[in-house]
Each structure stands twice: as structure tokens, then as C-alpha cells.
């Protein structure tokens, strides 16, 4: 079955970064694009960051553009956000997606806070 787990999250001080990393498995990797996704409290779910299939081409939210960059290892079926100068607003837990076979995939998430 599709799996998605994610790792990387803690705390951190504003300015300073952190690598998330999504492990996937269960479905053909390198068919699909993927994305980094993130829900802050008392707020919607909001994506945050997608990859082509290829790897080729990815897009971010405005918010994080210069500062956040998503990257993928076919090879190992890994995905990545690497997320420099972070700011309070980052706060959230953070899901890796995917859209398999019709539905959209979750892992369980991981939680960033960005404090002093």
C-alpha cells in the first residue's frame, strides 16, 4: 500500500533551517509528482511546494519563493524541503503528498515551530 512517512521537523529559531525528508513507498515513484504541503493551527491545510514526476520543474507558494526548496531522489524514492531563513509564520505540521490511483495521499506529518 502506499506509504508516505515523514521526518526532519523541530524546533528552531527564526532565521535558521531545516531539512524535511519524505520516504515513499508502495506505488511507482517516478511516475508521479510530489508535494510538500502544511497546516498551521486553527488554519486550512495549504500546499506549500510541488515537484514534477521527473524532477524537472517544481513551483512554491509565494510566501516561501527563495527561501524553500523541494527536491527529489528517484533512486531511493525519497522527497525533500530544505527551508532556509524561516520565520515564525512557517509554524506548522508539515505533510508530504501524493495523488495515487485517484486519492490523495498523506503521511502523518511533522511538526516545525519556529521560535525564540
Known amino acids: 500500500q502506499v506509504q508516505l512517512v515523514e521526518s526532519g521537523g523541530g524546533l528552531v529559531q527564526p532565521g535558521g533551517s531545516l531539512r524535511l525528508s519524505c520516504a515513499a513507498s508502495g506505488f511507482t515513484f517516478s511516475s508521479y509528482a510530489m508535494s510538500w504541503y502544511r497546516q498551521a493551527p486553527g488554519k486550512e491545510r495549504e500546499l506549500v511546494a510541488t515537484i514534477t514526476s521527473d524532477g524537472s520543474s517544481s513551483s512554491y507558494e509565494d510566501s516561501v519563493k527563495g527561501r524553500f526548496t523541494i527536491s527529489r531522489d528517484s533512486a531511493n524514492e525519497m522527497v525533500y524541503l530544505q527551508m532556509n531563513s524561516l520565520k515564525p509564520e512557517d509554524t506548522a505540521v508539515y505533510y508530504c503528498?501524493?495523488?495515487?490511483?485517484?486519492?490523495?495521499?498523506w503521511g502523518q506529518g511533522t511538526q516545525v515551530t519556529v521560535s525564540s
Open positions: 503528498n501524493a495523488f495515487v490511483s485517484f486519492r490523495y495521499r
